[in-house]
Nanobody
C-alpha cells in the first residue's frame, strides 16, 4: 500500500558529492517525519538525518556541515545532499517515513529498500 523508493546512490571519490532521492507513494494520508538511515557492514543501522513536517531537521554529528536534508511535502519526497564525502560514509542508505495511511489507523514507519553509497579513498 505504501512504497518508498530511493535512488541516487553510487561510487564517488573522497571529497565528492552525491544526492539521494526518495519518493513515498501509495495510500498516504499524511507524512510526519522523513529521514535517512545508513548501515555499514558489521555495524548497526544509524540515523543520518531527519526532517519533520514543520521543517525541523536533525543530523548525526558525523555528517553535520556536510549533509543537507530537504523534503517536498506536496510530492512526498525527501532528498539528502551529501558533500565532502569520506570513506567512512560508505554504507547502504535507507529512506524512512513516519506516516499515516488512508487504510490503517495510527502512525507507522515505512522503509525503502536501500541504496548503496561507496566512497573510495
Amino acid at each position: 500500500q505504501v512504497q518508498l523508493v530511493e535512488s541516487g546512490g553510487g561510487v564517488v571519490q573522497a571529497g565528492g558529492s552525491l544526492r539521494l532521492f526518495c519518493e513515498a507513494s501509495g495510500s498516504i494520508f499524511s507524512i510526519n517525519r522523513m529521514g535517512w538511515y545508513r548501515q555499514a557492514p558489521g555495524k548497526q543501522r544509524e540515523l543520518v538525518a531527519a526532517i519533520t513536517s514543520g521543517g525541523n531537521t536533525n543530523y548525526a554529528d558525523s555528517v553535520k556541515g556536510r549533509f543537507t536534508i530537504s523534503r517536498d511535502k506536496v510530492k512526498n519526497t525527501v532528498n539528502l545532499q551529501m558533500n565532502s564525502l569520506k570513506p567512512e560514509d560508505t554504507a547502504v542508505y535507507y529512506c524512512t517515513a513516519a506516516l499515516v495511511t488512508e487504510l490503517v489507523p495510527g502512525e507507522h514507519n515505512y522503509w525503502g529498500q536501500g541504496t548503496q553509497v561507496t566512497v573510495s579513498s
